[in-house]
T-cell receptor, first 113, second 115 residues
Framework: EAQVTQNPRYLITVTGKKLTVTCSQNMNHEYMSWYRQDPGLGLRQIYYSMNVEVTDKGDVPEGYKVSRKEKRNFPLILESPSPNQTSLYFC????????????FGPGTRLTVL | AQTVTQSQPEMSVQEAETVTLSCTYDTSENNYYLFWYKQPPSRQMILVIRQEAYKQQNATENRFSVNFQKAAKSFSLKISDSQLGDTAMYFC????????????FGKGTLLTVNP
């Protein structure tokens, strides 16, 4: 089954404790991205990757890092989480140069205390 | 920069009736695509309908249709014969042709279908 998976689905952590949210897709998509969703703000792009070893900042990259060492994986790293990073996070993928459907993961609910 | 505006934070409709969700966008691009995504309580993002800007014909998917007014930069979603399962947050989204392929989302409209 074609899908984007994220882990963990739920996470409660404390300020300053490094964490990684994993994202993996099995569709051989070149393009992957991370979004955060906050009430009243919709979804905003954090980082995106056009292909392996090619990443760039989205609209709200502060406090986040990403890496793309393999085509299928695109982890989101919070080196020193803060309460304002409490949010719902989505990973998404699509074929490169495609304007068709972008496939979303199930979301990760992160709470930073 | 592109912006997408959904002016209705919340709407409600009676089961079996028709409802229209509004969306406007701002862009100087001529080549772009527009989407409506549905997010039910499960939080999964589900593509409802897609419209290419170069196509004049409005997209239709079963009970869902759009009214695409390119000159007015308007992209509304009409849901006919509303069902309880249509209760969800609906997001309008825009993507321009180019190297980024970033989806720009509106802030969403929470639709409640009442029995």
């Amino acid at each position: 089954e074609a899908q984007v998976t994220q882990n963990p689905r739920y996470l409660i952590t404390v300020t300053g404790k490094k964490l990684t949210v994993t994202c993996s897709q099995n569709m051989n998509h070149e393009y992957m991205s991370w979004y955060r969703q906050d009430p009243g703000l919709g979804l905003r792009q954090i980082y995106y990757s056009m292909n392996v070893e090619v990443t760039d900042k989205g609209d709200v990259p502060e406090g986040y890092k990403v890496s793309r060492k393999e085509k299928r994986n695109f982890p989101l790293i919070l080196e020193s989480p803060s309460p304002n990073q409490t949010s719902l996070y989505f990973c998404a993928s699509r074929r490169s140069k495609s304007y068709n459907e972008q496939f979303f993961g199930p979301g990760t609910r992160l709470t930073v205390l | 920069a592109q912006t997408v505006t959904q002016s209705q934070p919340e709407m409600s409709v009676q089961e079996a009736e028709t409802v229209t969700l509004s969306c406007t966008y701002d862009t100087s691009e001529n080549n772009y695509y527009l989407f409506w995504y549905k997010q039910p309580p499960s939080r999964q993002m589900i593509l409802v309908i897609r419209q290419e800007a170069y196509k004049q014909q409005n997209a239709t998917e079963n009970r869902f249709s759009v009214n695409f007014q390119k000159a007015a930069k308007s992209f509304s979603l009409k849901i006919s014969d509303s069902q309880l399962g249509d209760t969800a947050m609906y997001f309008c989204a825009f993507i321009k042709g180019g190297s980024n392929y970033k989806l720009t989302f509106g802030k969403g409209t929470l639709l409640t279908v009442n029995p």
